[in-house]
C-alpha cells in the first residue's frame, strides 16, 4: 500500500474492533449486514455527488 493510503493508529484499531464483531456474527447475519453496508456506501455516493454538484453550481439547477 501507498504511503498516504496507509490507516492511521485510531483507524487501525476501529478496523480491529469491527473485524471482532463481524467474527461473532452468524451467516445470516453478516449477509445482512453486507446488504446494508452496500446501501449505506450507494447513499454516501450519491450525497457526495450531489454536494459537488451544488458546490461547482452544476447538474439540474445550477447556481450561477
Known amino acids: 500500500m501507498d504511503e498516504p493510503t496507509k490507516l492511521s493508529l485510531e483507524q487501525q ?3 480491529r474492533s469491527f473485524e471482532t ?3 461473532k456474527m452468524s451467516h445470516e ?16 455516493e450519491t450525497m457526495y455527488k450531489h454536494f459537488l454538484r ?3 453550481g452544476i447538474g439540474p439547477n445550477p447556481q450561477v
Open 13 to 15: 484499531f476501529n478496523l
Open 21 to 23: 464483531q463481524v467474527e
Open 29 to 44: 447475519q453478516a449477509q445482512h449486514f453486507l446488504v446494508k453496508l452496500y446501501e449505506q456506501m450507494m447513499m454516501r
Open 54 to 56: 451544488h458546490e461547482w
